[in-house]
């Protein structure tokens, strides 16, 4: 058995398949139609064999939509079989009763459904087809009903952020666990949507004052994308209890549905680091010079946003993905609260 060379694998993102029925605003695979090339389903499980020999603790399958891919349940079966962790990430627009039952006879682990809006004003305009909201309701109430653990994901932007409050509403009384990010610049999400400074602050106190009062509930609700950085007035709002810089390639691992690889799926196709049709992915993990941006991080590599912070060397200039869509370097992530209270 392969062991990887480089640190603790923790979590792949697995774009299965780029074929979506919903257009949605903030899509950073532009999906919708299928690749060509995506990996067959022998590919497919090969790929789910050597994540589990490199030690991966866990696989997040998504798209374009998961379920839209034929073979989506033996891979999910495969990636349990072989003692990882599944989480399944879906835009729920499909019959539960078609889709719940296969879920719980695979055993997945975590179950999350896109939802952007309070309305279906909102969250229809924001996924592009009529019905969303609903289909995404029905869903999560089926998921719950049939013992699944399930939560919603909201990515935030000037289109919905005033629905925060909302949306939580329906969380606390759904009672099921909420993951917020902030959307970022890639594929279809136009840049002049991103949250502002005062928003983007505004929403780490929002998400750090809902985990304070909600404890003790057995739901989550989580900060992430790398949301923020090194407050005196907000904690960590993800599940690491603090930021040691960008997991890309170090502990995260993201796959796009042609085998085509990079640190994290979020990144540019610039961040390819190679494809597992050419070299296993075994291969481009142990590989000493992939994944170069953070594995070889030096303080000299900090841009003008962070070089001269006191948390540099540590916090390594944030998130690799903002970084480099919203200032075009990398080490330069330019929304960080940090930075934010000092210039207050």
Not at 140 to 154: D, P, Q, W
Not at 263 to 290: H, Q, T, V, Y
Request: overall charge positive; hydrophobic content about 40%.
């Amino acid at each position: 058995m392969n062991q990887a060379a480089y640190t603790n694998p923790d979590i792949v993102v697995w774009e299965v398949t780029l074929r979506c029925n919903l257009k949605c605003l903030h899509c950073g695979s532009s999906a919708g139609k299928i690749r060509e090339d995506e990996l067959t389903t022998k590919e497919a499980l090969q790929l789910c064999d050597d994540l589990a020999d490199l030690r991966f603790k866990g696989v997040a399958l998504m798209g374009g939509e998961v379920f839209l891919r034929k073979d989506w349940k033996l891979l999910a079966k495969r990636i349990k079989d072989r003692g990882m962790k599944l989480s399944i990430i879906s835009n729920g627009f499909f019959d539960p009763k078609n889709i719940i039952p296969d879920l719980v006879s695979i055993g997945a682990d975590c179950v999350m459904v896109g939802f952007d809006g309070a309305s279906p004003e909102t969250q229809d305009k924001i996924r592009g087809v009529n019905g969303s909201f609903e289909k995404a309701v029905s869903f999560v109430r089926a998921a719950k009903e049939a013992g699944l653990v399930i939560g919603v994901i909201t990515t935030v932007h000037k289109l919905n952020f005033n629905e925060l409050p909302a949306i939580r509403d329906f969380v606390l009384a759904e009672e099921i666990d909420w993951q917020i990010q902030p959307a970022t610049v890639i594929g279809r999400f136009p840049k002049e949507l991103v949250l502002s400074e005062k928003e983007y602050y505004a929403l780490g106190i929002f998400i750090h004052s809902l985990q304070k009062k909600h404890a003790e509930k057995p739901f989550t609700i989580v900060g992430a994308h790398n949301l923020g950085f090194h407050s005196q007035r907000i904690p960590p709002l993800s599940f690491y209890p603090e930021w040691n810089g960008c997991y890309a390639g170090k502990t995260v691992l993201g796959i796009q549905s042609n085998g085509n690889v990079k640190g994290c799926l979020a990144m540019s196709d610039k961040f390819i680091e190679g494809n597992i049709r050419k070299r296993s992915i075994i291969e481009i993990w142990n590989d000493p010079n992939a994944f170069a941006y953070n594995r070889t991080f030096k303080i000299e590599h900090l841009g003008e946003n962070c070089k001269n912070c006191k948390y540099g060397e540590t916090c390594k200039g944030g998130c690799t993905t903002r970084s480099d869509t919203l200032t075009g370097k990398t080490h330069n992530d330019p929304l960080c609260f940090f930075r934010f209270e000092n210039n207050m």
